[in-house]
């Protein structure tokens, strides 16, 4: 799997494995429909090995640490549970120890899917998956979103509460040389006492630091300081401030002829999916607006020459109707034209309100292919919405081929 996609679960209970070149602590949250925790008792983990639905076993070191969905035990209003993993180590990030999570059919141990998340740095806590509740089907979910404020970040997105001390902080290094002073740390953790481990010594002095480390919402990328610039397979939640955007956003799609003379024939369009990853509708330069105007398209653009967006598509995201909850935008060469000559290829997302960037995804890559899929929006049980950078190439001239490869991207 890669970041964003997500596959039906075809049986009641899920096994996630998580395995890394490091020991691993691996946590399980059951989140309602406000994406939160109803209370401690949603937080399972080696000190709270089980609860309603959900269930913690320990790997020892020696095999990989799991949590266990049975999604017909769940209580009901539950529609998330997400499955995190930090290095065990104080302070260790995840650069070059990338986790890999597998997930099992609980029942038989058959293989459902894998999933490593690319692109790891100086995150100490990772949301690795998640399995949701979408349309009355359970699905699984590869996120990879990183923290680089530990648990307490993870705590705070879910609404755990952290319990910050500021004055207490900068007396930790103290306290050691005392002799009174060992049994000391889990008294002043700075994160719930749920948080910590069997090993208070080794996961203390990691807390301390991490309420000042990080601003509020540093765990997420989001747009709170301003236009994001995506990698891919990178995500970004379009909220500001702590709130969604105004609903009507436009994506530019633009590029170049990568030799000097040429013209380039590119179409961009935008697919519509409902929660089965079913295809509702298609927007393009043939059929210019649907779902009852809420996608309308500018139109054909023939050569791909000149500054600015090539073709704009206006999304009024507070018209989609309920059922529109995927949305993927690729480009497509009619005329047989392959990426490789096409130069500058982009997408950006820009509120239609204002005019500003909000989010811009450059091509790096091009492969010998007639279609690509450059980005996707996933609106979330909240209402908000997430936009992913793709860049992945299809053998297809028009947006009819795009439409099954898009869905299994989803």
Known sequence: MTPGSNLPLNTVGVTVDVAAPVRLDVSGLLLAADGKVRSDADFIFYNQPSGPGVSYRSGGGAAPDSITVDTGALPSGIERIVVTASPDAAGQTFQGIEPTATMRDAASGAVIATFTPPQLGA???????????????????????????????????????????????????????????????????????????????AAAP?????PAAAPPGAGKINLDKGRVSLQKNQTVSLVKGGRPLLSQVKMGLGWEPAFRGADID??????????????IDSCYFGKLSILGGAIKHSGDNLTGEGAGDDEVIVVDLGRLPAEATGLVFTVNSFSGQ???????????????????????????????QTGVMMAKLIKQF???????????????????????????AL
């Open 123 to 201: 995150e100490t806590a990772l949301v690795v998956v998640e399995v949701y509740l979408r349309g009355g089907v359970w699905k699984v979910r590869a996120v990879g979103q990183g923290y680089a404020n530990g648990l307490a970040g993870i705590a705070t997105d879910f609404g755990v509460s952290v319990d910050e001390e500021p004055a207490a902080a900068p007396a930790a290094p103290a306290a050691p040389p005392m002799p009174p002073a060992p049994p000391a740390p889990a008294a002043p953790h700075p994160v719930s006492p749920w948080l910590g481990g069997p090993a208070p010594a």
């Open 206 to 210: 990691a807390a301390p630091p991490a």
């Open 266 to 279: 590119l179409d961009a369009s935008v697919i519509a999916y409902g929660p089965q990853r079913n295809h």
């Open 338 to 368: 392959k990426f490789t000559e096409v130069a500058k290829a982009y997408c950006r997302l820009i509120d239609a309100a204002s005019g500003e960037e909000l989010v811009r995804f450059d091509l790096t890559g091009a492969e010998p």
């Open 382 to 408: 909240s209402g908000e919405w997430e936009m992913t950078a793709m860049g992945e190439f299809v053998k297809s001239r028009t947006v009819r081929g795009m439409v099954k490869p898009a869905s299994q």
